[in-house]
């Protein structure tokens, strides 16, 4: 099992659906998710935090075609349109990559709010630091050593799931912290699962737990079987969330996103597989999804022109993601720097306008519930004040 440790459950407890946990290996599936308080109820807000790991090229998701620095930067750019798709326009300056279709949709439901120039307060191009201090949400590097959503979670007893082998500095310091992986374990024979199932048919507890994780592995090995890992994983996400009595917010990685070198093809692939991964937690979120707020979020940018290589270097300012059922989409957000050389940071990056903590504060303060007081004091310690024009009325 891949589970947290520290968080101290009974195996019994463990083995409740009703209000504790699901905590079931079987062959092909690991199971260690905490079940939260919730109440079950369609209106419950979930979060959904996915963090692209090895820092995503923002101007190549969201690139700044009316700028006029723009084709300067990219000279290449029109070629990799004409070989990948033509961007699909947000409004006169900015549009999506071409592979970022669901996105598209959901901007023009108005459900996605795209945030450009972000950062976190790191200055430096260091993805080890990078990842330490966006997870922790400090100011500085290892100044934290917990995570800003396992704080937030602990100031309300929630609970969450991070779909990952261990869990992520993110989710340190909650106890309602777990971890779930599907496991390479072997496959056993079908025999042996129906014997077990009828031995543990007469538990009021196991007996319907036992139930439930062989129909979650089923759907889960069937997506990997198709190859497509991040998609399987979010779609297993949505299901966490939206079982009742399941948690409350789930964390996702998605890895592969630097790329110093023959970016264009990669970045195609990359974006392909976010698109269809978001697109897979809507569905399986079914009637959660209303109320459910997904951040997407990367530790820094890249540089603003292209390398020697075909890629792009560690840069600065990138690009963030906010959807879902009640965020006021349909909106770039951003305090737009430029992309002429005397604009850019140290000449070589966009500059960053937007601390990413302006996002993340009305994210945990309208999904978790997340008092001001305790986000300026135990959370986010020293960030800057949060949107307050990111939800419907």
Request: proline share 6%; aromatic share 6%; no cysteine.
């Amino acid at each position: 099992m891949s589970a947290h440790p520290s968080n101290g459950w009974s195996r019994r407890s463990l083995l409740s659906l009703g209000g504790a946990a699901l905590a079931l290996q079987l062959p092909g599936v690991s199971l260690a998710l905490a079940a939260g308080n919730a109440s079950g109820r369609a209106d419950d807000p979930r979060l959904v935090v996915i963090f692209l790991r090895g820092a995503m090229d923002g101007l190549a998701a969201v690139p700044p075609v009316g700028d006029p620095g723009w084709k300067t930067l990219r000279p290449q750019a029109d070629a990799d349109f004409e070989r990948y798709g033509q961007p699909l326009a947000l409004d006169g300056t900015f549009a999506l990559h071409a592979k970022l279709p669901t996105l598209h949709r959901w901007y023009g439901e108005k459900q996605l709010v795209v945030a450009h120039a972000v950062a976190s307060p790191y200055r430096e191009r260091s993805h080890f630091d990078a990842q330490q201090l966006l997870e922790s949400g400090g100011n500085r590097a290892f100044e934290l050593q917990t995570g800003w959503l396992g704080r937030a979670m602990e100031t309300r007893s929630q609970q969450g799931v991070a779909l990952s082998p261990a869990l992520p500095l993110a989710l340190r310091g909650a106890t309602g912290a777990s971890s779930w992986a599907p496991s390479n374990q072997p496959e056993v024979a079908p025999d042996l699962l129906e014997r077990l199932a009828m031995l543990y048919k007469q538990d009021a507890q196991l007996g319907p737990t036992f139930a439930k994780a062989r129909e979650q592995r089923s759907g889960v090995m069937a997506d990997a079987n198709e190859g497509a890992n991040f998609m399987a994983l979010a779609r297993q996400a949505g299901r966490f969330l939206a079982a009742d009595g399941g948690p409350q917010i789930a964390w996702l990685d998605s890895n592969g996103w630097d790329t110093h070198s023959a970016q264009a093809a990669r970045l195609a692939r990359q974006f392909e597989s976010l698109d269809n991964g978001l697109a897979a937690l809507r569905e399986s979120l079914g009637a959660r999804w209303a109320n459910t707020a997904v951040l997407v979020v990367s530790e820094f940018g890249r540089s603003a022109a292209m390398n020697g290589s075909g890629g792009t270097d560690h840069g600065t300012a990138g690009v963030a993601f906010l959807a879902g059922g009640r965020v006021a989409g349909g909106r770039v957000l951003t305090d737009w720097p430029g992309l002429a050389t005397a604009q850019l940071h140290e000449a070589r990056d966009l500059r960053p306008t937007t601390d990413v903590r302006t996002l993340i504060k009305p994210v945990l303060q309208h999904q978790l519930g997340t008092a001001t007081a305790q986000l300026d004091r135990d959370v986010l310690p020293g960030s800057p004040r949060g949107r307050n024009d990111l939800w419907l009325a």
